[in-house]
């Protein structure tokens, strides 16, 4: 038996062990990993996941049973410290030792900190791992206590230092991102995109700093400066390195192994370090002189050094690395490719810049405008895969490549499609599966949808990026098998939404085992198919969420939202964010005789937390009493409609936006739909009501309101379209009957108008057909359905009030008065908040 | 805050001692769960009245540690009878408390028996 040491148990380390134990020489061999953090591997590339939910686990390569499951010696916490090559052994920091016949240097690097002065201050962070971050969210958890309008700054505008600079953001704080060179991201982005990228992060709240020298960090043991001229100082609580890294190369350099000037360990191609019997691999390898710095070649390597250690000595690693990157940024699309920048000598490049809407696409082309050498892609990165593809496998472009980038309005062609590529096209780098690979596993049945797909060959298991791809790959095979891609909702269900909401219509069920026992696949009903059986029977018959309350979602059954201790926030409606001054006391008289801790919310409302269950019909009985009713925030249903003062008040203003912003939100309010909708009026053209970040957006203009539908905020901001131009109260209200109406029949299970709108087969053109010219002939039912929502609402909170057997619900205990003894609270400027979780 | 868990333990039907009764049947809803407070307790009980079958496990979600088990939809994974925590979506089976959807430690489940239109949870102590 030969004995393997693996020393770095990172994500590099981890995928050496994954293919190693995968071979079938395997069984000749014993692994020992050793790692020096606490835990086992994790994925780093996700690291920025842990500040949503604060879940290590989540992150793992794998559990700690799988290295045991597979004979491999896990020991974390244990760094090694010495390698003796002359007896061929290792001594960890507990003076433990070992020997091995093969030694596989994975110990990745570390944040290359810059020799600043202060920079040893408190508040000054890396960015590295799962201890980094929860170091991070202590220190922004008390800077936030302690005054509201805290800062950080990112030292460094790189991938890393932009995904830290959305991290801060996160957290709540300030962020300013400082750069030396003169762009960001410097090496992936020439100096053009660079100035797109810098207005569309700072257009989400980034505030960038670019050609700056840090000359010393400022503050009296703790940072509160950073200065870099002599009158150029700016004020931070708080500072993350992010200037590089180091490879971890103090090990190979005490045992005399060959490193490079600038660090990491030299290797050939087979991953051999200049001792035959030591390997090296992921970014403590320099190979072509270089480190890589992405997953991706790092799991190449592994596949090497297993390869090149059973035997199999023809595994070497290629010449040429793939460095295309997309950043992960939410909201932000940037990506990059093959050669980014590309000197004149081998070829042109073609270049389409809209800064109003934050968009750059760069491609370079070889002189015979054959084949596609890179490209830059910021603000869209939607045609990334397929361009990473073309340039990857050679493929064939347009003859006039501007197409390839061109918005398809002005003569842009649609990509090919993703059948056309080759076989031996790699969609997962990380994992290097090909094409090929994944329609093979569905073309042998092993696999049937997208999640075995997943699980079969690990693509998409790596940085993501690939996924919309593989889902796109899996579904064509699918396809071109005759196989029917289902989107049935769940596995209790072979119907998809619109099919439920006819079978529902049709049948006249009026409950959930209805639909179940009658259409169902014998189970018993989960997450997922109650609340959508529920948002259907609230639009067919007008239901509110009372009546069937135990298939309601989370905030729905007690209709309020569940905030993060289980407790609830209220929302009252304020139609139009128009309050008097007597309703705006009560709110606040209400508020504090509870202690709800008070905020006004993005949709201008006033939003009251912290209500336990049992408090929840005590508020309402108080607020309806005011002349309050609900304000459905709680529900996949009309939130706000914003307005502006319009020509009320405004000097500008061309109509009475708020008026009609009331009469519309008092229109729709209470109505379920497939997700939640927001509305916006705006009195004239300076847009104050932000009315095209909305699903149905009014601007005001001479002659009546153009009408904008499908935007949305979020994740995805969009805005919405331009649907119908000058037209008057009354057929903004027909169209937007029609409209809603069919996008409650038609969606799927929490797709947002936008999504709905953008998937429709003919897009905006043919939603014009059928909403304006009533192509179906089905405009008239449209509204009738919707006006008897109108005539049907009622306010649930009312209802539940009134209602003793309702009032029930909402009680912590059913055989008890108490209330949740577990709740903590902590104060927090003024008011109060949900102590932390751990 | 983890020592909280030590409070819940599975609890087989041959190790009760203590038959607490908890409410009446017409308390619960119908497919649905309602918390029972019994000495330092919180403990969820849901009416699976599609099978027929009456569950109880911990309120307390092991993901955040708060305590909303019984505000969570019940269903099945697979014919396994489940719960799905309202804060975020984990889903726990109500047959042996394992978490089916992650892997975060199994919660506490506990016998239940209904007599004369009560409900009653078994507990060791
Ligand atoms: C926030 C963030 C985002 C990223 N995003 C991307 C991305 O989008 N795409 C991409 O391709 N890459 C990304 N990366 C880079 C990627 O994470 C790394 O390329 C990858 O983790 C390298 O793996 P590794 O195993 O070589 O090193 P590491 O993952 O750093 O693992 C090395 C391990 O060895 C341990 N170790 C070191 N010395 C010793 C010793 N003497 N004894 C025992 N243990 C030791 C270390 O503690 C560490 O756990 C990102 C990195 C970060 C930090
Ligand atoms: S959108 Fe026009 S009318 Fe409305 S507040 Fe702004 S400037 Fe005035
Ligand atoms: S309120 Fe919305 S944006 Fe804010 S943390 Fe919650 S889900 Fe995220
Ligand atoms: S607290 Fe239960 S799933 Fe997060």
């Not at chain 1, 950073?226 to 490879?247: H, N, Q």
């Not at chain 1, 596995?491 to 009026?510: A, C, M, P, S, W």
């Not at chain 1, 027909?734 to 409209?739: A, E, G, N, T, V």
């Amino acid at each position: 038996m030969q004995q393997v040491i693996v020393v770095g148990n990172g994500m590099v380390g981890y995928k050496f062990c994954e293919k190693f134990v995968a071979q079938a020489e395997s069984k000749d061999f014993k692994i020992t990993v050793f790692g020096e953090e606490p835990r086992p591997a994790y994925d780093r590339v996700h690291l920025s996941e842990f500040f949503e939910n604060q879940d290590a686990k989540a992150l793992e390569m794998a559990p700690a049973e799988w290295y045991a499951e597979h004979n491999v010696d896990l020991i974390t916490g244990e760094r090694v410290a010495d390698i003796n090559r002359s007896s061929k052994t290792i001594t960890t920091a507990k003076d433990r030792e070992f020997s091995y016949d093969y030694l596989v240097l994975a110990t990745g690097s570390s944040p290359f900190v810059p020799p600043i002065k202060g920079v040893e201050k408190e508040g000054v962070f890396v960015y590295r791992t799962i201890e980094d971050l929860e170091d991070m969210l202590a220190y922004a958890a008390k800077i936030n206590a302690e005054k509201p309008d805290g800062r950080a700054a990112i030292l460094g505008g790189g991938l890393l230092g932009l995904e830290a600079g959305k991290a801060v953001l996160d957290m709540g704080l300030e962020p300013h991102v400082v750069e030396f060179a003169s762009k960001l991201m410097p090496r992936q982005l020439d100096s053009r995109s660079s100035q797109v990228l810098q207005l569309k992060l700072e257009s989400i709240g980034l505030n960038i700093h670019l050609s700056k020298a840090t000359n010393q960090i400022l503050g009296d043991g703790k940072i509160t400066a950073m200065e870099f001229g002599e009158d150029d100082v700016l004020d931070v609580d708080m500072l993350i390195v992010s200037a590089g890294i180091r490879p971890r190369d103090e090990l190979a350099r005490a045992c005399g192994l060959d490193v490079g000037v600038r660090g990491g360990v030299v290797v050939d191609n087979t991953m051999k370090t200049s001792d035959a019997h030591i390997y090296a691999i992921g970014e403590i390898a320099l190979y072509n002189q270089m480190i890589y710095g992405l997953v991706a070649p790092g799991y190449d390597m592994a596949d090497v050094a297993v390869q090149q250690i059973i035997g199999n000595t023809d595994k070497i690693m290629p010449a040429d690395i793939d460095m295309s990157t997309k950043l992960k940024l939410i909201g932000v699309d940037v990506a990059s490719f093959g050669e980014p920048f590309m000197p004149a000598s081998k070829g042109h490049s073609i270049i389409f810049e809209n800064k109003t809407q934050h968009l750059y696409k760069r491609i370079n082309v070889s002189h015979d405008g054959k084949k596609l050498l890179g490209g830059i892609l910021v603000g869209d990165a939607a045609d990334y895969s397929m361009l990473h593809q073309v340039y990857l496998n050679g493929m064939a472009i347009p003859e006039d490549p501007a197409q390839l980038i061109l918005p398809t309005s002005e003569g842009g062609a649609l990509l090919g499609d993703v059948m056309d590529l080759p076989d031996e096209a790699q969609i997962c780098s990380c994992e290097s599966v090909t094409k090929g690979q994944i329609c093979g596993v569905i073309e042998s049945g092993e696999a049937t949808d997208l999640g075995s797909v997943v699980s079969c060959t690990k693509a998409g298991t790596g940085c993501g990026g690939c996924k919309p791809m593989v889902a796109d790959l899996t579904n064509a095979t699918l396809k071109s098998l005759g196989i029917e891609v289902k989107d049935s909702v769940c596995e209790h269900f072979d119907y998809n939404r619109q099919d439920l909401y006819k079978i529902i219509e049709v049948k006249g069920y009026t409950t959930f085992n209805e639909v179940l026992d009658n259409h169902g696949n014998g189970g018993h009903g989960c997450e997922l198919c109650k609340p959508l059986i529920a948002s259907l029977m609230a639009t067919i018959h007008a239901d509110t969420a009372n009546k069937e309350y135990a298939i309601q979602d989370s905030n729905d059954r007690f209709l309020a939202n569940i905030q993060r201790n289980g407790t609830y926030s209220v929302v009252p409606r304020v139609p139009g964010g128009e309050i008097t001054p007597d309703k705006l006391i009560a709110l606040g008289q209400i508020a504090k005789k509870y202690d709800l801790y008070t905020k006004v919310t993005g949709g201008v409302r006033i939003d009251l937390f912290g209500a336990t269950l049992n408090q929840l019909p005590l508020i309402w009985k108080e607020l309806i009493s005011h002349g309050f009713e609900s304000g459905h925030a709680y529900g996949k249903s009309l939130r706000t409609v914003k307005t502006c003062v319009g020509s009320t008040w405004c000097r500008y203003g061309m109509d009475e936006s708020v008026s009609f912003g009331i009469e519309l939100e008092n229109r729709y309010r209470g109505i379920r739909a497939p997700h939640k909708i927001k509305g916006g009026v705006s009195g004239c053209i300076r847009e104050c009501a932000e009315a095209r970040g909305k699903d149905f957006g009014l601007i005001a203009v001479e002659g009546g309101w153009n009408l904008y539908v499908g935007g949305n905020g979020g994740a995805n901001p969009r805005h919405a379209e331009l649907f119908a131009e000058q037209i008057d109260n009354a057929t903004v209200i027909k169209y937007l009957d029609r409209y809603l109406m069919f996008y409650m029949r038609t969606a799927k299970p929490l797709q947002r108008t936008a999504a709905w709108q953008e998937r429709l087969e003919g897009g905006l053109d043919y939603l014009k057909e059928v909403i304006i010219n009533d192509k179906l002939g089905i405009a008239d039912d449209l509204e009738k359905e919707m006006q008897t929502l109108v005539n049907k609402f009622e306010c649930e909170w009312t209802q539940a009030v009134n209602d003793p057997e309702m009032m029930k619900r909402f009680n912590h205990f059913v055989n008890s008065e108490d209330e949740d003894d577990n709740l903590v609270f902590v104060p927090m400027r003024d008011q109060k908040m949900p102590e932390p979780w751990a | 805050m983890e020592n909280i868990l030590d409070t819940y333990c599975a609890t087989n039907i041959e190790d009760v001692t203590v038959w607490f009764k908890a409410a009446s049947v017409a308390d619960f809803p119908v497919d649905g769960g309602a918390c029972v407070k019994y000495k330092n307790k919180q403990i969820a009980v849901f009416n699976f009245s599609r099978l027929g079958k009456w569950y109880a496990c911990q309120n307390l979600c092991p993901h955040k540690m708060e305590m909303v088990l019984s505000r969570g939809m019940i269903g099945d994974d697979k014919g396994v009878p489940k719960v799905a925590c309202p804060l975020h979506k984990k889903t726990f089976s109500l047959e042996n408390g394992e978490n089916l959807n992650g892997d975060l430690e199994a919660i506490a489940t506990y016998p239940v028996k209904i007599d004369a239109g009560s409900v009653y949870i078994g507990f060791t102590e």
